[in-house]
C-alpha cells in the first residue's frame, strides 16, 4: 500500500476535480435532454380533429339555432318538428315532418356569405332515439340527404328535444324528450 | 488535519449539488418551450384552429371594452376611442349563444363608417394570434346584403369556419295614430288668422318594466343596448283630413331620463358614448328627416322614429326615459279638432308592441 502523504495542494486538487465532474455531467445533461425534448413533438388532439371540428360545429350550431323558441315562451322548429314525427301522429304526419326537416336542414347547409366557393358536399342523416314502454332505446330513422355506406368518415351531432304526447304506435305516450341525432359528412 | 479534510469534502458537494440544481433549473425550464412545436407542427390546422377560435368569439361573446364595469359596451365607445375595446364580439350576450346584435354587426363591419378599425386592430381585439395572419370575416343576414372585413380569399390554403347565427332585430311599437289623438276645441282670438296650438305626446321606457326576466333572454328588450322603434302609423288619415289644420309640425324631440332632460348632440357629434353620430333617427315615409329641423307630419303616412341606445339614457336600474315630441298645430278656423298627445308606454303589455323578432343569418370566418 502506498503512502500518499496529504498536503494542502493534494487536497486543494481533488476538491477541483470533483467539480469538473459535476459540471461535464451537467452538460451532458442539459445536451441529451436539449435533443430528447427538442426532436419529440407531444401529438395535440386539436391536430387530428380539425376536418370533424368543422363538420361538428356546423351540426351543433344548426341543431341550436333550429331549437331557438319562436317568439318569448314559443316553441322552438324542433319541438314542433319532432312532435309530428311521433309515431302515434301517423305515418302521413311524420312523413312531411322528415320532408319538412330535410328542406329546412338542407337550405340552413347550402347557406354561404359568398367569400368562399360553397360547395354542395355536405350530405347528412337523421335519426330519432326514444325509450319503449320496456325500457328499450328505440332508434327511428327520420330524413336524411345523400345515403352514408359507412366509407365516409362522418361526425355526429345531437340535441335532446322536447317532445308532446310522443309514443310509438300501440304504446303509451307521454311528455319526454327524444334525442334527435344527425350524422354529417362530405361527399 | 482531519479538520481540515472533511471540511473539502464538504465543500466538493456544495459544488457539486450547485451545478447539479443549476442544471436541473435549466431543464426544467426548457420544458415549455417544447409545446411551441404544437403550434407549429403543422401550418394548416394552425389557420383552422384560429380560424375556430375567431368564430367562437364573434358568435358566442359579446366583446367587452375598459368601460364595461360601468355598463357601457365595446359598440358605444366613442368613434375616436377604439382603444377602449379590449375584445370584439358579436353575440347579444353571454345568455344568447349564436344571437347576435344588429348594433355590434354594424360597428364590427364598420357601415355605416364609425370606428374605422385598421387590420392590426382587428387582430389585435379578435384574433389574439402571435402569428400576423391575414383574414376575411363575412356575413350575410336573409334578405340583406353579404358585409365582409379583411382581404379577398384566397383559392387555396385558408383556415375556415363556419357559423349559423341569428340576428336580434329590435322590436317596435306600432301605433295607429287614431288611438293617440284627443279632441280639443279651438278658437281663434278676435280678428286673428290662424291659431297656434302646442302640445306634447310621449313614449315612455322603463328600464326595470323591459328587464322582465321572466321573458326569454332571446326575447328580451334591453333599452340600455338595443335600438327602440316607435312608429306611428296613418297621421293623414286623421291630421291630413283635418281641413281647418294649415300645418302639423314637430317641432322637436327630448329626451328625458328621469325627469332631467338629456343633452342630445345633433347631426355629426362625436360626444362620447354615443351610439351613433346621430342619437336618433327620424323618417316621413321612408325619407329621413333632419334632426333638430321640423318634422312636418300632417300629410305624413308612417313616421318612424328609432333611438340608437345609450347608457346614459338608464343610470339606474330603476331609471325610465321619456321620448317627447313636441308638436304644433296651426289651425285656421275655430272648431273641434283631433290632436295627437299623451303617453304611451313602450313595454311588453303594451298592445302595440311587436317584440324583437330573430333573422336567420350566415358567419364565414376565413384565416390564412
Avoid at chain 2, 267 to 274: A, C, K, R
Wanted: aromatic residues 10%.
Amino acid at each position: 500500500m502506498v503512502k500518499v502523504s496529504k498536503s494542502t495542494l493534494y487536497d486543494r486538487e481533488c476538491g477541483q476535480l470533483f467539480a469538473m465532474e459535476g459540471l461535464i455531467a451537467a452538460a451532458i445533461m442539459i445536451t441529451a435532454a436539449y435533443l430528447a425534448l427538442g426532436t419529440v413533438i407531444p401529438p395535440a388532439n386539436a391536430d387530428m380533429h380539425v376536418s370533424e371540428m368543422q363538420l361538428k360545429q356546423i351540426g351543433d350550431d344548426l341543431l341550436h339555432i333550429m331549437d331557438v323558441p319562436d317568439g318569448n315562451g314559443g316553441t322552438g322548429y324542433l319541438e314542433s318538428v319532432v312532435y309530428n314525427a311521433s309515431p302515434n301522429r301517423g305515418p302521413a304526419a311524420n312523413a312531411q315532418a322528415g320532408a319538412a326537416f330535410n328542406a329546412t336542414f338542407m337550405n340552413y347547409l347550402r347557406k354561404s356569405t359568398g367569400a368562399t366557393i360553397n360547395a354542395d358536399t355536405l350530405r347528412y342523416s337523421a335519426a330519432i332515439y326514444c325509450v319503449d314502454d320496456s325500457g328499450e332505446v328505440v332508434r327511428l330513422p327520420f330524413a336524411n340527404y345523400g345515403d352514408n355506406t359507412g366509407r365516409n368518415p362522418s361526425v355526429c351531432c345531437a340535441r335532446y328535444v322536447a317532445a308532446n304526447d310522443w309514443g310509438l304506435i300501440g304504446q303509451s305516450s307521454s311528455d319526454t324528450a327524444v334525442r334527435l341525432e344527425v350524422l354529417l359528412w362530405r361527399e | 488535519m482531519m479538520k481540515n479534510d472533511s471540511g473539502l469534502l464538504s465543500l466538493d458537494f456544495i459544488v457539486g449539488f450547485t451545478v447539479f440544481l443549476a442544471a436541473f433549473i435549466v431543464v426544467i425550464g426548457m420544458l415549455p418551450g417544447v409545446y411551441v412545436n404544437i403550434q407549429s407542427s403543422s401550418a394548416d390546422s394552425g389557420r383552422d384552429m384560429t380560424a375556430y377560435r375567431t368564430g367562437v368569439i364573434l358568435a358566442e361573446d359579446a366583446g367587452i371594452s375598459s368601460d364595461s364595469s360601468d355598463g357601457i359596451p365595446w359598440e358605444h365607445q366613442p368613434p375616436m376611442r377604439p382603444e377602449n375595446i379590449v375584445r370584439l364580439g358579436l353575440a347579444v350576450s353571454k345568455e344568447t349563444p349564436n344571437i347576435l346584435s344588429p348594433e355590434k354587426i354594424e360597428r364590427f363591419f364598420n357601415v355605416p363608417a364609425y370606428f374605422n378599425l385598421t387590420a392590426d386592430e382587428y387582430r389585435a381585439k379578435l384574433m389574439f394570434g402571435e402569428r400576423p395572419r391575414n383574414f376575411n370575416i363575412s356575413f350575410r343576414e336573409d334578405g340583406r346584403e353579404t358585409l365582409y372585413i379583411g382581404d379577398r380569399v384566397p383559392n387555396a390554403g385558408y383556415g375556415f369556419s363556419k357559423r349559423y347565427v341569428k340576428v336580434k332585430d329590435a322590436g317596435r311599437l306600432v301605433v295607429p295614430v287614431g288611438d293617440l289623438t284627443r279632441g280639443v276645441t279651438v278658437k281663434l282670438p278676435e280678428g286673428a288668422d290662424e291659431y297656434i296650438y302646442r302640445n306634447t305626446t310621449s313614449f315612455i321606457l322603463s328600464r326595470a318594466n323591459l328587464s322582465d326576466r321572466s321573458v326569454t333572454p332571446a326575447y328580451r328588450i334591453d333599452p340600455k343596448t338595443e335600438r327602440a322603434v316607435i312608429v306611428i302609423d296613418g297621421i293623414n288619415t286623421v291630421l291630413g283630413v283635418q281641413d281647418g289644420i294649415s300645418s302639423v309640425v314637430i317641432e322637436s324631440v327630448g329626451l328625458f331620463a328621469d325627469g332631467d332632460e338629456v343633452a342630445m348632440p345633433q347631426n355629426g357629434g362625436n360626444e362620447p358614448y354615443n351610439m351613433s353620430n346621430k342619437p336618433y333617427i327620424c323618417a316621413v315615409d321612408g325619407m329621413p328627416v333632419e334632426n333638430g329641423s321640423e318634422i312636418h307630419v300632417k300629410n305624413a303616412g308612417v313616421l318612424e322614429f328609432v333611438l340608437y341606445p345609450n347608457a346614459m339614457y338608464f343610470p339606474y336600474s330603476y331609471s325610465k326615459l321619456e321620448i317627447r315630441f313636441n308638436m304644433r298645430y296651426t289651425c285656421l278656423t275655430d272648431g273641434e279638432y283631433r290632436f295627437i298627445q299623451g303617453e304611451t308606454d313602450y313595454d311588453y303589455d303594451s298592445p302595440y308592441l311587436i317584440p324583437p323578432h330573430l333573422t336567420d343569418g350566415v358567419l364565414e370566418v376565413c384565416i390564412w
